[in-house]
């Protein structure tokens, strides 16, 4: 009974690989588990006998907050992520009145291991509504609860496609705009898995310069050589912390785990595009912040509602926008990018 529980537990956490061999594919059991297309081309994948495009290279996780550990799991084998745009779903009168989405409450933000999910110096952008409230609770709580450093406040302003606004900018009950609050992840000590600090560097003048006892040098454990003996005639125990370098150049101190120079990011940008017919869809906002990402490496979305190319997209709505129509963000990243259907 037990190889039977540890083999069901390894199913469970095993990721589903949709292969090239074929463009249709189909999978029931993909609720709490990973899926990861190994494609370089979109697949069709039917899932209870409904149909929804992958975009190739793409990997997620449909599930609820409860249910997260897997992408935890899979973040610790692969590798943490450079971009993280969050997208919640944030509590309002018309999504509880149109009942157009669950809705979470702010309080259980947190419950999301950012230090998790987050490599070192990763942007993280969380789009907000036009409260000033959910701003400030964003900047003054959740950032400093995750580690994040805040670093930003965009604007999206909304238009028709006659090209004016969604909504007066005046107006009391709707605004035609939306807010994305953007910082940066500073991992700390206790968040990194090796908390061993770096070894010092220390370069002598040259390979057969007189040693001179100096602190840096371990203190007590050098001698004062004699006059005319050359270092080859004599051996010691440097600290364990030091390693050498033979350079001619003056003696000094340096770390070889620099930190990372963070791209400089823009304080007030406002963008505008015309808004999407379905509630709280967002614009691909990839092409904008990879600029002001330390590295081009993973990116994760957490609360999608879409899958993107190369992206890892994780919530309970995970495939609402990949059936296959025109009108999915899917398809209006296509558009954007030249990509054939």
Known sequence: MCNLASLATEYECAPIILQNDTHRQEHNDVFGRIVRSSCDQELNLTILGREFVIP????????????ITPLYNYTACNGKYDLIVIDPPWENRSAIRGRKYEWLPTERL???SIQRLAAKGALV?????NKRKLTMFIRQKLFPKWNICYQAEWHWLKFTTGGDLIHEMDSVHKKPY???????????????????????RICLESSDSNLKTDSEFGGDQFTEPESGIRNSD??????????????KRPIRESSSHEEPVHPEIIKNFVFACVAS??????????????????KQGRKLELFARN???GWTSWGNEVLLFQVPRESTDYCVYKKHRGIAK
Not at 277 to 294: E, F, M, R, V, W
């Open 178 to 200: 939306e807010v994305v609050v953007i910082g940066r992840y500073m991992e700390t000590s206790s968040d990194s898995s090796d908390s061993t600090p770096p070894p010092k």
């Open 56 to 67: 190739p290279r793409s990997t997620f996780l449909l599930s609820n907050l409860c249910q």
């Open 110 to 112: 947190p419950e999301l």
């Open 234 to 247: 004599y051996s010691y125990s440097p600290p364990n912390d030091v390693e050498f370098c033979t350079e």
């Open 125 to 129: 952008a969380v789009w907000v509504t």
């Open 277 to 294: 017919q379905a509630h709280s869809q967002k614009p691909y906002l990839g092409d904008i912040l990879d600029k002001y990402c330390t």
């Open 307 to 309: 899958l993107l190319p």
